[in-house]
C-alpha cells in the first residue's frame, strides 16, 4: 500500500493568497485527520472525518480555514486568505473505524506539507 | 480538556544506554495512549499502543507502561542505538473509536556513537 498520500510537500506562498493541500487517504480507511504542528504548539488537531462526513472541527482556527471530503478517497484542506502564522507542517492520518466505537488500530500519517507564507 | 506532557523536552545520551521518557495526561478516562516516532521532515511512525486495560506493551526494545490512575506513561528503551535518534510522541484520543488525538510537545532524542 502507498500510505496516505499529501500534496503538495512544500508550499510557499505570499499572504492574502488561497492556498490548498491534498489527502489521499489509505484505500478501505473511513476516518480522516488533518493536524498542524508548530515549534511553538506542536500537533494540534483541526478537523476529523466519519464516512467523509464532519465529526469535529473545533479545531480549525478561523473561519479562513475550511476542508472537505467529496469521496472516501480525497480530502481538501484550505486556507483563504492565507497569513503568515499559518505557516506549519500539515499532516493528514487515516484510519479504519468510527468516532467512539472501541478502536485498537493507530492513525497512519502521511510526510505532510511544509507551508510557508511570506 | 485533555493536556498531555513529556518530559524531558530534549534528551543527549552515549549510545548502549538504556533510558526512559516520560509522558503525562490530565484526564484519566483514556481508552488507550500511543508513543509515535518523528524523524525530522517526516511524519509520524506508530511505535506502541497501549489499550486501557493493559499495564504495558513490548515491541523489540522498546517497553511502553501505562498507569491510568496517576495519569503517567513511560517509554523505556534498551540498549540505545544511533539510529534511535528522533522525536518520540504521545498521543491519547479524545474518545475509544477513531477520534482525533491530543499529542505531547515530544522528546527529542540524540544517541550519540
Known amino acids: 500500500d502507498a500510505g496516505v498520500i499529501q500534496s503538495p510537500r512544500h508550499e510557499v506562498t505570499e499572504m492574502g493568497q488561497e492556498v490548498t493541500l491534498r489527502c489521499k487517504p489509505i484505500?478501505?480507511?473511513?476516518?480522516l485527520f488533518w493536524y498542524r504542528q508548530t515549534m511553538m504548539r506542536g500537533l494540534e488537531l483541526l478537523i476529523y472525518?466519519?464516512?467523509?462526513?464532519?465529526?469535529?472541527d473545533s479545531g480549525m482556527p478561523e473561519d479562513r480555514f475550511s476542508a472537505k471530503m467529496p469521496n472516501a478517497s480525497f480530502s481538501t484542506l484550505k486556507i483563504q486568505p492565507s497569513e503568515p502564522r499559518d505557516s506549519a507542517v500539515y499532516f493528514c492520518?487515516?484510519?479504519?473505524?468510527?468516532?467512539?466505537?472501541?478502536?485498537?488500530?493507530?492513525?497512519?500519517f502521511g510526510p505532510g506539507t511544509r507551508l510557508t507564507v511570506l | 480538556k485533555q493536556e498531555v506532557t513529556q518530559i524531558p523536552a530534549a534528551l543527549s545520551v552515549p549510545e548502549g544506554e538504556n533510558l526512559v521518557l516520560n509522558c503525562s495526561f490530565t484526564?484519566?478516562?483514556?481508552?488507550?495512549l500511543q508513543w509515535f516516532r518523528q524523524d525530522p521532515g517526516k511524519g509520524l511512525t506508530s511505535l506502541l499502543l497501549?489499550?486501557?486495560?493493559?499495564r504495558e506493551q513490548t515491541s523489540g526494545r522498546l517497553n511502553a507502561s501505562l498507569d491510568k490512575s496517576s495519569g503517567r506513561s513511560t517509554l523505556y528503551i534498551a540498549a540505545s542505538q544511533p539510529g534511535d535518534s528522533a522525536t518520540y510522541l504521545c498521543?491519547?484520543?479524545?474518545?475509544?473509536?477513531?477520534?482525533?488525538?491530543?499529542f505531547g510537545k515530544g522528546t527529542h532524542l540524540i544517541i550519540q556513537p
Open positions: 492520518a487515516s484510519i479504519v473505524g468510527l468516532a467512539g466505537v472501541s478502536n485498537t488500530d493507530t492513525q497512519y
Open positions: 484505500s478501505g480507511h473511513n476516518s
Open positions: 472525518f466519519n464516512n467523509n462526513v464532519p465529526i469535529d
Open positions: 484526564d484519566s478516562a483514556i481508552y488507550n
Open positions: 497501549i489499550q486501557s486495560s493493559q
Open positions: 498521543a491519547v484520543p479524545s474518545g475509544g473509536g477513531a477520534d482525533g488525538l491530543t
